[in-house]
């Protein structure tokens, strides 16, 4: 069994006589260079995988539901335009009823902003400002967390006339999601995808109850 810690090049080196202290000094030295090189690009490697994997992952993730609601698509359009309405049917709005609620702007029109702020850390604290609004199709809101943590987002409500007396409500919600809570979005999708059902659920129930 060999005991000798050196190797067996390190060992032909200090065999051969005659050498001084600086030969044996450099000639080592060209033995571990290409070890630390080696390891080097191994490191360089690592990270180069893990950029391509956090830019190949980044994406969109998309959350969309719809119902149909038994209402004119103006009456439908004309509730959800209004922002704080949304207090009625969504489950997001409806989780903390103390939460601090603050307005900016005119509420139905470009620019109003809804901002929250709860301790309920499920809830936490963002707001939501209307970017557009297309009469009788289309209503556009940017959504800012920053609380329990920062991210951004973007939802819409696009409203068509489904015949017979019916009105298509579709409701999307689209957020950034990077490596590595990219991994997590299915969990993610199911578990706001359910929250949107029951608000659409919500909202149809109040509507098609009004006379």
């Known amino acids: 069994m060999k005991t000798n810690s050196l190797s067996e090049n390190e060992q ?4 051969k006589p005659n050498r001084s202290k600086a030969e044996l000094g450099e000639a080592k030295s060209r033995i571990a260079r290409p070890i630390h090189t080696k390891t080097l690009n191994i490191v360089l490697s690592c ?3 893990m950029l391509q994997i956090t830019t190949l992952t980044a994406e ?3 959350i969309e539901k719809s119902t149909e609601i038994r209402k004119p698509s103006s009456d439908v359009f004309n509730y959800l335009k209004f922002t704080r309405n949304q207090d009625n049917f969504s489950v997001w709005n409806m989780a903390d009823p103390g939460m601090k609620k603050e307005q900016s702007g005119t509420d139905g029109e470009v620019g109003f902003i809804y901002r929250w702020d709860s301790q309920n850390k499920n809830v936490g604290a963002g ?3 209307t970017t557009a609004i297309i009469q009788g199709k289309r209503i556009d809101s940017a959504i ?3 609380r329990p943590m920062k991210n951004t987002g973007k939802t819409s ?3 068509d006339d489904a015949g017979n007396g019916l009105t298509r409500v579709n409701w999307i919600f689209d957020s950034p999601s ?3 809570m990219v991994l997590f979005a299915p969990i993610f999708k199911k578990m706001l995808g359910k929250d949107l059902e029951k608000g659409l659920v919500n909202l149809k129930t ?3 109850g009004e006379r």
């Open 206 to 208: 109040i509507l098609e």
């Open 157 to 159: 409500f696009v409203i």
């Open 12 to 15: 032909q080196i200090e065999a």
């Open 47 to 49: 990270v180069f995988i």
């Open 127 to 129: 707001e939501q400002e």
């Open 144 to 146: 800012r967390f920053f």
């Open 60 to 62: 969109i993730m998309r």
């Open 178 to 180: 990077k490596f590595p």
